[in-house]
């Protein structure tokens, strides 16, 4: 096999990312939305890290008490590992009512048009950098500010590296 010299080798360059400060986020909290589902979509989103492909396949089976706390049990779509995410009060607040088990927890719209209902909504809100992962980049903040530790396996990552990433704070 050929070397390769570690100056020549392919990096993976830090991303730039979009994120909300705490006070943004308020303002969409006390912002109405034109889509319930997607406020609350986005909200769960940013009080637990997942990504919107996760949250689109997100059913309520998925979903457990477990001595009081809510579980959430997937497979990460991006990485197709297993994530046991114990779920904070505050994304349990944004949940809809509970469905059958098979039904997804989300009645979300296709991608370009919940990209416009979240633009609108941000709009709004006086928000002007939602981008598309900030959702789950202000999740990893929130978490913190609620005195949690964030580490890789709460957010579905599997490098540390990308938790830094997303709970770095702009």
């Given at each position: 096999?050929t070397?390769?010299?570690k100056?020549?080798?392919?990096?993976n360059?830090e991303?730039?990312?979009?994120?909300?400060?705490?006070e943004?986020?308020?303002?969409?909290?006390?912002t109405?939305c034109?889509?319930?589902q997607?406020?609350?979509?986005?909200?769960?989103?940013?009080?637990c890290g997942?990504r919107?492909?996760?949250?689109?396949?997100l059913?309520w089976?998925n979903?457990s008490v477990?001595?009081g706390?809510?579980?959430?049990?997937?497979?990460v779509?991006?990485?197709?590992h297993?994530?046991y995410l114990?779920?904070s009060?505050e994304s349990?607040?944004?949940?809809?009512?509970?469905g059958?088990d098979?039904?997804n927890?989300f009645?979300l719209?296709?991608?370009?048009?919940?990209g416009?209902?979240?633009?609108?909504?941000?709009?709004?809100?006086g928000?002007n950098?939602l981008?598309?992962?900030?959702g789950?980049?202000?999740?990893g903040?929130?978490h913190?500010?609620a005195g949690?530790t964030?580490d890789k396996?709460?957010a579905g990552?599997i490098k540390i590296c990308?938790v830094?990433?997303v709970?770095?704070?702009?």
């Amino acid at each position: 096999a050929t070397r390769v010299d570690k100056e020549d080798q392919i990096r993976n360059r830090e991303s730039t990312r979009a994120f909300l400060s705490i006070e943004e986020l308020r303002r969409m909290i006390q912002t109405p939305c034109y889509n319930r589902q997607t406020k609350m979509a986005f909200l769960f989103s940013c009080f637990c890290g997942l990504r919107i492909s996760d949250i689109r396949n997100l059913k309520w089976n998925n979903i457990s008490v477990e001595n009081g706390q809510y579980i959430a049990r997937i497979t990460v779509k991006k990485t197709g590992h297993p994530l046991y995410l114990p779920l904070s009060d505050e994304s349990v607040r944004w949940l809809p009512q509970r469905g059958s088990d098979e039904d997804n927890v989300f009645q979300l719209q296709s991608g370009l048009t919940l990209g416009r209902q979240l633009q609108r909504w941000a709009a709004d809100a006086g928000v002007n950098n939602l981008g598309q992962v900030v959702g789950r980049d202000v999740g990893g903040h929130a978490h913190g500010d609620a005195g949690r530790t964030v580490d890789k396996d709460d957010a579905g990552h599997i490098k540390i590296c990308s938790v830094r990433t997303v709970s770095r704070f702009g």
